[in-house]
């Protein structure tokens, strides 16, 4: 291979990973639905179960988080089936990011139903902060670098959960809102009306 046929070689695996780069963007953008959607169904079921607790109705929890999940698996299915048809991308690094968030999903399913059977309950939140904080992490070396700082924030929460149990729901609510809703409000602002 010559000098000439190299570089046109290079030029041409810059210009792949440009458009990939810009597909991850694109299908970033629409994930961010799903992100939304799963933040607010987590605030809704912390403020359930802490009325709940209020309430001292403890057998109604385990319901109000099955109902949370059977929305958020349904709901999110359906929004992550639309991003390949909005955005006309089928990555194998968009797969990957789903399917990381598949298993922690389904990690952190399992995992409350057994908390629920065992009734042993500390550092659930701890403990599910970690899984997310791992998903963000896999997220940021994938598509965007501002997931590095939600990572980050989920570890540091999970910490803090772990060694101050009764600020338990406040810390968890905070990671919510920080990590899941301001991110999903910033990209819907940043991106209105512009074609992605």
């Known amino acids: 291979m010559n000098k000439k046929e190299a570089e046109k070689s290079f030029e041409e695996i810059k210009r792949h990973l440009i458009e990939t780069e810009e597909d991850l ?38 319901i109000v988080w099955t109902c949370i999940l059977i929305v958020g ?3 999110g299915y359906r929004l992550a089936k639309r991003i390949p048809l909005m955005t006309g991308v089928t990555s194998f690094a968009g797969k990957l990011i789903g399917m990381v968030w598949l298993g922690i999903t389904i990690s ?21 902060a970690l899984l ?13 670098k501002e997931f590095l700082i939600a990572a980050i924030l989920c570890w540091i929460g999970a910490l803090v959960d772990g060694f101050f149990p009764d600020v338990t729901n406040l810390v968890f609510a905070f990671l919510i809102f920080v990590t899941m809703i301001v991110p999903g409000i910033v990209v819907k602002i940043r991106f209105r009306g512009k074609e992605v």
């Open 25 to 62: 963007r694109k299908t970033g953008i629409y994930a961010v639905d799903i992100q939304f959607l799963l933040g607010i169904l987590v605030l809704v079921g912390l403020g359930l179960t802490v009325f709940l607790l209020g309430k001292t109705l403890y057998n109604l929890i385990w």
């Open 73 to 75: 698996f349904f709901f």
């Open 108 to 128: 952190v399913t399992l995992v409350m139903f057994i908390v629920w059977y065992s009734g042993y309950t500390p550092y659930l939140e701890s403990f599910i």
């Open 132 to 144: 997310v904080g791992v998903g963000f992490f896999v997220e940021a070396f994938v598509s965007w």
